[in-house]
């Protein structure tokens, strides 16, 4: 037992000695994106999976002087994210190694140490197990979290520990035991670290991406930052050339894009105004074969102004059934304005007395009688008409109309009788909403004889 605690002594003094070079700090600057056609894309920090996309800032340019930085999400089924995912470890691990590594591996062994010191000076048996276990959890514990730093050390002192615990195990009179081997402190497999790209290769990159997003926006977002990127870049004039041949195509597919939209909205109200569902029909195969025609780089706004067209290819056909239904309607209408003519124009010609009725200005008491007697000529008039359905309200409005315009000639005759001043307000109040029913009656009819328009 002495044998084994010296040589964790001995062990734990060696393994905390100065580790074995550090990987290259720069190596380790740039995340990488790997691609599943075996592109590598160049991330400053780290990436994050939103949903079905892959979001990152794709570096451009040369990294010492002022590089470009560019948001961007690619469709993960265009990524290879385990390989993404064991870089970006990769990464993780160098950088821990380069900083706090060391620092950290030192402070472990120290603790190490000292538990193993105090091991060596204590006699209970059951004790010193217990000061053997609580050491090797702290190894594991720190294992776990180091990012495999110095894996083989570790896993060094694990053996060593786990011999010196069973045997403590045994001293102590536990006949059955088991050792614990969960700890797994070997160094994962990793990716390779890369070397940081070169001006060239962030450029490739830029171009790659630009290829592989389905955002028109994000695409010349990337394009015209790799642009300005080059003009700080010199020996790369075939990637310029070709960055801005690229460019020039999307910003030309923007504008064509936007004027097929404003042509086609254009084109599709007068239609909808119409109610020419064939024209609609007629332009969501234009569109398509205009997209066709433009190489299809644009899905987002062809989707987008595809349901445009959908949603007034809706209100045409809306359209279209109301203008059926008003040319079948439109005879019967007619015929209906022409039977209300005479009650329209009566209110029309009693129209003052209403308004000094409503004013209580007067009128005389014979024009009261006169105007009476005419509208009671109207009553079995509005009774007997015939009306069409769609002018049903109409029709209720008008009689409500001369109904309450019979009120206020009643009402006022009274009051002038009886020189009573709640009578007149009374009879005011029925002309005012007399002359309101003729006036909305009198619109209404007018405007349902007219094709109808849509909201």
Known sequence: MKT????????????????????????????????????????????????????????????????????VSLPIALVD??????????????????????????????????????LAKTEDPKARLLIAERARQRLVEWSKNSYGYRAADAQELTNLFDQVIAELRAAAGESKFSVDLSMGPTAPPREPLIAPPTERETLQAALAVAKATDDAAEREGVLSAALVATEKITGLDDLRAEIGVKLAEERAADAAYAALAADVQAKADVAVSRGDV?????????????????????????????KSLEGK??????????????????????????????????????????????????????????????????????????????????????????TMAAEACARRKLAVAANDMPLAREASAAAAGALMLAAQARQELLARLYPPKIQ
């Open 313 to 402: 290819l809706d209100l045409a056909r809306a359209k279209r059934l109301s203008l059926d239904h008003y040319a079948m309607m439109r005879g019967p209408m007619l015929a209906y304005e022409r039977r209300a003519r005479p009650a329209l124009s009566a209110l029309d010609g009693l129209k003052p007395i209403f308004e000094a009725i409503r004013d209580m200005t007067g009128p005389g008491f014979e024009w009261l009688v006169r105007a009476d007697g005419r509208l009671k000529t109207l009553v079995p008039l509005m009774k007997e008409m015939e009306v069409p359905d769609d002018l049903s309200d109409v029709h209720a409005t008008l009689t409500s109309a001369i």
């Open 278 to 306: 064939k024209a609609l029909l007629s332009l969501q195969a234009t569109v398509q074969a205009k997209d066709a025609s433009l190489g299809a780089r644009r899905p987002n706004e062809l989707e987008s102004l595809m």
């Open 81 to 118: 994210v385990e390989k993404t995912s064991r870089y970006g470890e990769t990464v993780r691990a160098a950088r821990y190694a380069a900083t706090r590594g060391e620092a950290d591996y030192s402070a472990m062994t120290a603790d190490v140490s000292r538990a193993l010191e105090d």
């Open 4 to 71: 084994r605690v010296a040589a964790l002594l001995v062990a734990a003094g060696l393994i905390a000695g100065p580790a074995a070079v550090a990987q290259d700090a720069d190596s380790s600057a740039i995340m990488r994106v790997f691609l599943k056609d075996g592109q590598t894309l160049p991330s400053f920090g780290e990436t994050a999976q939103v949903a079905d996309r892959l979001v990152f800032t794709l570096v451009i340019g040369a990294l010492g002087s002022s590089p470009q930085y560019q948001l």
